[in-house]
């Protein structure tokens, strides 16, 4: 098989090293280069040292566009849009970005969540991979809002690892705060409330509620938990039926029987869900890993999308578990 | 000062050990016995050995009930009315459980939540200490409820730590789950909703609004956070003041002015609050430590106030801050 | 290709957990059964839920021996032999066994450490997998041994993960007590010293130093570090220059030029590697991932080298690195 | 009682912080002011927000020297004599100093670690207070180089906890990093090795052994673990006893019969020491916060001495147990 040239642009930082985990052991890939203008020059183990003895490959800050099938962009938000003016790819590239400039799908980019779109990010040249919060409560309530049951606020809390504030020192993700602590941000306002919403008015125009999202700084590396619930008439059994339908043909989106617990996806590209009925509200459960399905996992499984791959190639990912 | 002559009956737990830090260096307690039927015969020091050093008291399972003016309950939740019938203690006794059995207030028990029932408190000879959770709730919402501002569901998310699930080795406590794990437990039905809805009921007559509360087991040992918030049209600082007044007799409840974390109340017996307003919601977060301000150090607080001394005496902890 | 057809005995355990985690995408394995008597009847995903989506099987009480080509143990230790006496597997069938009992290669077994014993593995039918601070161990010092650089006492200290300790409950183990906690336990005594003596006594027989291991318990879930050192006059790249020549058919155990840290191996099945000379001593530090390089990836690997497979095949997995 | 009138010098870091959280309930002391470049202006409370209620400093850039009976400094390493130089204070100013500046007792100071120098302390205006790890080893190790049990090479490993490394954030301390991991640094050559052998110089004027420690950056916030041994040929029994012999008038460094763990001395002044022979060694492990006995902790301690204040006054602090 002849292997798809691709490239890495912004691969020093947490998202890149997991494209770099994943893409080095993707059957399909062949890694051009790896670029940072950070680290140009350093071998790529230098600043991802797990991947000793995987890759040989050093960062460079050199923009290759030509022969180029696929490049994943890492770039900080806001500045995908001035890199690919700068670096016009041709128009046979795929080009999956994993910020949030291009989640309103402007400029030709289509929103990369494969549970709701599947059959455009097949067809897609551009990707906007979605946010890691916004892909656990999307998968939360999509099947919910499809079948336009929730008529009323929606109330939501989520619980992020540190890693979603990514690989820049800040007061909030030094240990010595961090550990053994909590603490919320940005209440009620998340940007990714913006990329949910507009998802939503897609799956349901008639969908207006509010979401009032409390996002918690966890104490932990990796992961994502989502609580979701609103007031629903129906039985619990008829909610996991249409959960289960609407998620048929999801690889990675489970809905569980059992309870679960975040750890059963972390370093997984599953979404896993529970739904319970109590107080004559619809209760929903989700984990995943922020960079994972949050990130990165799902920007391989949008690459292996585009590309006519198994939706699953490279991403059968052993849970950390304990 | 004439020393007031104190016992612990079940004193081996995380509560009775709490307990037992707190009372050792309370300069107005003398410790007469330290009762545990598991641990009989034992130095206190083998069982709680932070306290080398402090105390050379042993574990007794004979229980004296002459010559005491105090006795902590620290039994397991159901046990305390046998415990009592069984060994009746003289009426002038000051009997403190930290079990459920009595925080509906049967049996001529008052409920010890000092920021509510202080001059109920002043005079008791019997008190049913509150549960952690239900502490964190009712004093993130007793001033507006007191206020009667709360007039629809008010929505709770919580997050308690694991020593609220004790001594007592579980699925759920085993490190290897634990760590870098969250999960949801007893969704909407946690067994404080009652005692708090009866302290919401004896605040204000009126209040019949449903509590819909999502409590979380997080990856650490102590501490809870709450978040509450409810539909409210008054403005942020009509609310501030309102819960400073609320509080302006409470030595350990604050009001913060600044964004806080959970560890700014641990290892004290602090509850500290901040209040948002934001999307017409009225927003409070509070902190407190789950085995001090939820459980022991409230006890004492109670001790100190059934006895006339310093609320605070013996309770001014240094936090673990980091 | 044909498959390999395979069975898990004691499969509810964490070590039997990590098998199945490996083999469920091992492309030439066959689960046709799991065997545990605590679960039989269960779905393999009520014991380990994170396994949703990836299998259908049940636990089994019923051991075949017939028409299967590859058995792992994972019976507690001191179990195996009266199982596979009661259980006799034909000739044929490679046998792997992850706890104790053969490890001092009685009975015809291998000791399956494939950077010593590669050939010998390669040909057996009965492999003992070793244990996990054994092979961080070894690792750490078998090509000083093989050069006769250990004359004296060589001092080691390593912490563990709280997987070591298996999935039953128990007060080391308790979330409260480990959490944030360090302890030591088997100060120089732990059991593993007499596989790691065996080994060192095989690659020199004039060895025979004593090795004084302090293993503490660790504040976290999975991995090994290990610090070994002894007296050594030659220069640090003299012994780095050994260690790469004596690993440099190992695919998994690396010798990095760069200080590491544990993270690097967690959730792989690589030793990763690193040295230093000062004080006249040289000095090497280990991180392997307990359950992986330590016992299940360990076991797997051995199976790939038992069958004439790719030593790597169904292990080059994604590294948690956060 | 007149109370004694002190300042904090660089009050906003972790070590100032601890000092402000000892010194609000020191019962003898008065703060009179709290000084920090970087917070001049701001409340104490903005920066240790654990403090409210607490305190109502502000902290302010401006040196006041005469009128203080005490002052502690807390600047980064280097910068005190500098400090002093510009600022005298009077001769009967107590000045505690945390840095490393003065632990080579010159310019008059005096090496503050009371279970060695007691009587030095008490009549001391100039303290250098130890280093946390330096605490953690002397007392480790103290009792048997005044015996000359140490006659070869001492072993010591030694953990500790992210606030060693202070509030400056760092890579290693970004909790993505530091969670969940272990490494070493400063392999045998840590900067507190230069006090320690000052001490056991002292204490024992033969005593020219090599100390070979291995310090791990651990993935706890707070404490410190020493393991240290030596070769002995003595009993145990006789080396507990000299032990207890050695600090019986120390009130916060006890030897502990039963095996220890790090926790029981984590948020107390205690040093918690546990001894054992085995393979011919005398091996001591013991456990400190680094925050408290480890800096902050014991420089009340030596403030309490210097001025003959009750030496354990302020300093009952409860264990954070869990």
């Known amino acids: 098989m002849k292997k798809i040239k691709t490239a890495i642009i912004g691969a020093a930082g947490y998202t890149g090293g997991e494209l770099l985990r994943l893409l080095v052991h993707h059957t399909a890939c062949e890694l051009m280069y790896v670029h940072s203008n950070s680290q140009k020059g350093k071998k790529v183990t230098a600043v991802h040292p797990d991947l000793i003895g995987d890759t040989e490959l050093e960062f460079t800050d050199e923009v290759q566009t030509e022969g180029i099938d696929a490049v994943f962009l890492g770039l900080p938000h806001g500045q995908t849009k001035g890199f690919l003016e700068k670096h016009p790819f041709p128009a046979h590239t795929v080009i999956i970005d994993l910020s949030t400039d291009f989640r309103d799908e402007s400029h030709g980019f289509v929103y990369g969540l494969p549970e709701v779109n599947k059959t455009k990010i097949q067809g897609a040249k551009k990707i906007a991979n979605p946010g890691c919060f916004a892909t656990g409560i999307q998968l939360s309530l999509a099947p919910a809002i499809a079948k336009n049951w929730v008529k009323e606020t929606a109330h939501i809390s989520g619980i992020t690892g540190s890693t979603g504030a990514g690989k820049a020192l800040s007061e909030t993700t030094h240990f010595s705060y961090r550990t053994n602590n909590m603490s919320v941000y940005k209440l009620f306002t998340h940007q990714h409330l913006k990329e949910i919403k507009q998802t939503f008015g897609q799956i349901n125009p008639d969908f207006g509620q509010e979401l009032l999202f409390v996002p918690y700084r966890g104490n932990f590396s990796r992961g ?68 994972l399905k949050g990130a990165s996992g799902q920007a391989v499984q949008n690459f292996n999308l585009a590309f006519g791959l198994e939706e699953n190639m490279g991403l059968n990912l052993k849970s950390i578990a304990f």
């Open 224 to 291: 994502i938990w989502i609580t979701a619930y609103f007031p629903f008439e129906g039985e619990l059994q008829e909610a996991v039926q249409a959960y289960k339908e609407f998620y048929q043909n999801a690889p990675f989106t489970w809905v569980s029987e059992a309870d679960i617990d975040l750890k059963q996806a972390v370093n997984t590209n599953k979404c896993i869900l529970h739904l319970k009925k109590e107080k004559g509200q619809l209760v929903i459960y989700a984990a995943i890993d922020n960079l």
